[in-house]
């Protein structure tokens, strides 16, 4: 059940990335996915892309230093 809310939940973070590049929740919230699924180079993927667009958000920042 789990992979199935984390499948969801990537879809979700996906789209909402792609309407709104500048998104930012939807970038932390599709890192934090990753991360708690382990995958931490995918997680930090996105954290780094989040802060191309926004590079003045605290949160990406956060993240960029949690997911080294």
């Not at 990335?17 to 995958?39: F, H, I, S, V």
């Amino acid at each position: 059940r789990r992979l199935d809310r984390d499948a969801d939940a990537i879809k979700a973070y996906t789209e909402a990335m792609r309407l709104n590049k500048k998104y930012t929740p939807a970038y932390m919230r599709l890192a934090d996915t990753y991360y708690e699924m382990g995958n931490k180079a995918e997680a930090r993927k996105f954290v780094e892309t989040g802060l191309e667009y926004s590079p003045n958000s605290k949160g990406l920042k956060r993240r960029l230093e949690k997911y080294k």
